[in-house]
């Protein structure tokens, strides 16, 4: 009893010690770095003690009993007092503490609550000399979470510390800090669908731990924090992150990773059909989406019309995909902002990953320049060989088809010291393919980026970014008739931006960002050369167009309370069409046509044809509730200065981009979103409901049977219309456990209208009608599920109503042929859309020290063969592939019909 | 070490290349078109006018129908009591005679640079036309022939498309273009003439002389002044027709021996706005829902509802030039025997006589 009174006595006496302590002011050497001097040889702490009170005075409070008979054997010179007495109760039953900055109290071990004896059986890491043990009150602790599989670094991890509720993620190469109270801590290292580690640390200075985790095998009570992006606004909503993992666990076609098939899996993003390029963001159209890497837009995203992405999956470290709320630093497009982030490579050594598809092979190399140094470079690249394998068929229409591409991608991150960091990025891309057809398409990609980001002080940091972007396709015509007809169609485009962003961080509650952008454009819409000799062909050119962007920004992200986080933005855009050209006056009575030009201004270059400002404000306000959740809510303004001109519902390499002009004006978009997040039990679960109302001014709608290919004045078969889109948005997912995954599902609604009075101009009566990319409801389910360490399964199903299309109504006779009249502009829809893929991969090693890993992915798309329409049309003569025939009959074409199975080797070494 | 992993690489290879055949083939039969009747609404029926005015009086006529629901099986329904007037401005009025139902004929022949309007009441609604000017009178400068290879698939064994190669000769055309006329029209109609000698015991029996109309083309063949030719004064190397050259892909026997074909060619000169609408007519006959088709539309019309602007008419008001030629072809093993030949008698469709050659009959 005794005893018990006096552990308890002494709690109690401590606890007030620690409450006096923290109210005291620090005098001016603290007493730890007192430095100590003198040789004790055998020397009783009682002795040792008495010498620290004579000669330093210090005084020492313990119980006697505690120390009876224990020595001490060590020699002092200018050594701080902290260190001194980490010496002496190293391995020690007892220790001690500090008081009022002239004292030391003694006492048992675990008497306080903190430090606490170790368990055997855990593995403590110890960061810093024992020595200083006590002597910083915090440190910081920085490193990588790695996986512990492949040593890739996990990005968005959350290490969160729960004492203290300091919580941080990896940024995109995995790495961490966080400041934490010097002493024994355990954190929680948690990423999705990984083990959560809870990490035992003794923290007694500034130190580097790299941490690995494991895929989950077993169901632990994992604790899973989320924490914020430190790139986007607290406020920000309607935005879709994700990562490499993400990415190459999805089941897809031909084994090949696609970024853009997983951000369709996304609520608000749709695929516009069966193999097709592009997505639809929010009924938004595919021109209206902005895709940077590294900064550079792509103007191409698709391979091989529509089977693969432009950008290797290997290189990818992230995906972002800004739906609304878009930051005021993003401009040029209404509907989304991709911006894909490559990885910087590994700063340990060299390292190779790679890909043997069915049709294709990719290789990646990452690694440091020099060995442990910060510096890294980044090289990859694809290529098929289905041309090969078409000629193997032995059948004559695929033999008679070309299909083939490859793609390259640089990058190299400088470290240029303590505060400056360049990434150069670079990436070249090539498509062939004809199938069966006399249209032989050419298409590629020609990208830069310079990055350089420098941290003038703590609190101000600057992010400038050129980039160049080329895309040029040719469409080579052959007419087997008269070989003198045949033709190559050229059309392209030039992009160069200078982006520069200031970053000023006044306090943790709020960020300031500021910056200019300028852009400028020059297209070539159209280039028309002979394709051989002899040749009936004369050389057409539609003058080039070229523009310029400038776009000033600013916006602030406050932390107005605990409760509300608030950011506003604005973007002034200003926007100028350049001479040389021509621009027809046209009788403005009358519909703009050929006939009705009165006559034409000519600009000299660099002279100012036609110039729009705009003001785009960006608001976001986010309130949080209660238990982790929030309620949030944005308005958005988007100006967009270019568009790609198409009347074929899937984007063709070959469509060509305008700039406005006199007549085509800049598409507006104005935004309102409002979203309700909760992150239940404790982050395991990410749910979230958002809905949208986005108006839309400016629209490009083409007139019945328009030529847009080589037309010089293509405001004569343009008109512009009006239209808006609404819906809903809602998202489960769950984040941790053997079985994680998502759902989604998408309402949304989207509609055109066009006022003109003019006969030709006018469509659907005038009255609104839906946009080819309306699907009103949109399912997408992911599942993945960690069988053993070494098996997984994932499999995804998508389910979407049908595209709108127009279909013959009516019939007659002309000539003795049989002529079709269609209905109102996209009056009926598709057959619903459904497919569900599924995949399995083995992982042959998992040892960390063998250096060959590889891993098999087998892999089956569309599984239960689902016939989903690509294209419903009408047809007067059946085709030999038609499977059930009939004469002048509306006929659906599924372009992949069956399960699909492929399989893929992925190696690392 | 690195050796070991290129063997592993080329090991791997190998057995992806094998499944990556395999997969493609099964791959060959994934793509499926497939009939399809989706629900359709059932709509007003409108008033088509097919029509053709011509500097040849026989050739003149307005064809009166409406149009169907799309899944209508009886036949076009024709419209009867319908006046149908010719307007030339500056000039008189013609009448329509209906000789049949819903079919009209007009005496009047219309003159190149004149302009025309056609007007029609029926219904008590009146439907006119834009006021068409007539193009010049076309003519053809130079015909040719020359040979190619034309490829056509077939279903092979396993029902996939299989190519298949037949030699071919073809008609060339050139025509000269002005401003007054750049955009023509042909119609080809090709007569195979044949001969049959009937097998006997005793007597030789007479000669069989026969001839059979090819099947006629399912677009219409049109030609405007190209964007991006290099001749400005002329339609250059345009195909109007292509045969086989082998004549037995058409006869229906090896007994009867071919006797070479009478081309039988119409020429239009047609103006831009028809141009437009039969390669608008084409796109819609030749649709076949691939990649990168362009969005559906409407067939262009020149004729709208002047009583009721909400009454929408179907149809074209075609005024056309027209000059006819008629070619004697034989092809041989190395050459193409070519001359031009009378186009006045009229050849039935197909059909023999015995003993005597028809009267339009042409010898090698």
Known sequence: VKKKYTFSSIKVLLILLFIALSKLTILAQPIQEIRINGEFRQTKLDDFFLRLEKDYHIKTYYRTDWIANQTINQTFTETPLIQALNQIFNN??????????????????????????????????????????????????????????????????????????????????????????????????????????????????????DLELFEETHNLEEVTITGENNKASKAQMSMVKVNSRIIKELPVMMGEADIIKSVVMMPGV???????????????????????????????????????????????????????????????????????????????????????????????????????????????????YSDWLLRQTRNEQFMNSVAHFYDINGSANLVLGKNNTVKIMGYTSEDVFNLNSNSLYTYGNIIGSVNWRSIFTKKLISNLNLSYSQYDSELKKKDSDSPENDYILHTGVQYGSMKYILSWLPNEKNRVNGGIQTIGYKILPGKITPAGTPTAITNVKIPTDQSLELGVFVDDDIDLSNTVAFNAGLRYVHFMNLGPGTVLNYDKYQTKSPSTVIDSTTYASGKIIKQYFGIEPRLSFK???????????SYQRMHQFMNQISNTSVMSPADFWKSADTYIKPLISDQFAVGLFRNPRKGRYETSVELYYKNLKNLLEYKDGAVLVMNKHPETDIINAKGYSYGAELFLKKNTGRLNGWLSYTYSRTFRKTDNTRDNEIINKKNYYPSVYDKPHDLSAVMNYQISRRWRFSGNFVLSSGRPVTLPEQKYTYDGKQVVYYSDRNKYRMPPYHRMDVSITFDENLRKKRMWKGSWTFSVYNLYGRKNPYSIFYRREPSIQTTSKAEGAIYKLAVIGVPVPSITYNIKF | MLTKYTEKLNKYRRVMCKLAVLLLLSVAFVSCEEYYTPDLDSATSMLVVESQITNIASKNFVRLTKTQDFYETNADTKISGAKVELLETGGGTSYGKETSTGYFTLAKSAIPGKTYTLKVTYDNKTFISSPVVMPALPQIDTLYTSRSIKKTYEPSEYGAPK?????????????????????????????????????????????????????SNSTFNIIGQGNYSTATNKIKNHNIQSLYIDPYQYLDSAALAPAGWIEIIDQYGITKEAYDFYSALNKQFVADGNLFDPVLSQIPSNIYCKTDASIKVVGFFNVCSYQGYRYFIFPQKTSIFQKRVSNSLDIPESGYLTGLPPNFWVYY
């Open chain 1, 92 to 209: 020690s039953s007892i220790t001690f503490r500090f008081f009022q900055n002239n004292s030391i109290v003694i006492f048992p071990k675990g008497l306080d609550g903190n430090n606490t004896i170790k368990n055997a059986q855990s593995e403590v890491i110890v960061i810093g000399n024992k020595l200083n043990e006590g002597r910083y009150a915090s440190a910081k602790l920085k490193g990588r979470i790695l996986d512990g599989k492949n040593s890739e670094p996990l990005v968005g991890a959350v290490i969160f510390h729960a004492q203290t509720g300091i919580g941080v993620t990896t940024n995109s190469s995995g790495n961490y800090e966080i400041e934490l109270p010097t002493g024994d801590h355990t954190l929680q290292i948690s990423f999705m669908g990984y083990e959560v580690l809870n990490q035992k640390i003794k923290l007694i200075e500034n130190g580097k731990v």
């Open chain 1, 623 to 633: 309130f949080s509730l209660k238990d982790d959740g929030s309620f949030r809510i």
């Open chain 1, 270 to 384: 749709q695929s516009v059909g069966e193999m097709s390029g592009g997505f639809n963001v929010r009924g938004g159209n595919t021109d209206q989406n902005l895709v940077l890497m590294e900064g550079a837009p792509v103007f191409n995203t698709s391979h091989l019309f529509g089977f693969f992405s432009m950008i290797n999956p290997d290189a990818v470290q992230d995906v972002t995909l800004f739906k609304g709320g878009i930051p005021a630093s993003y401009g040029e497009r209404v509907s989304s902002i991709m911006d894909v982030k490559l990885k910087d490579g590994n700063t340990e050594n060299i390292k190779f990953y790679g890909g043997i598809g069915l049709i294709n092979s990719r290789f990646t190399l990452d690694g440091p320049f020099v060995k442990k140094k910060k510096s890294t470079f980044v090289i990859g690249g694809r290529t098929t």
């Open chain 2, 163 to 215: 190519e298949v190669e037949n030699p071919v000769f073809n008609l060339i055309v050139d025509a000269p273009i002005s401003s007054q006329l750049k955009y023509f029209r042909y119609s080809v109609r090709s007569v195979l003439q044949w001969k049959y000698s009937p097998p006997s015991t005793g007597a030789p029996l007479p000669l069989w002389y026969g001839w059979k109309n090819t099947p």
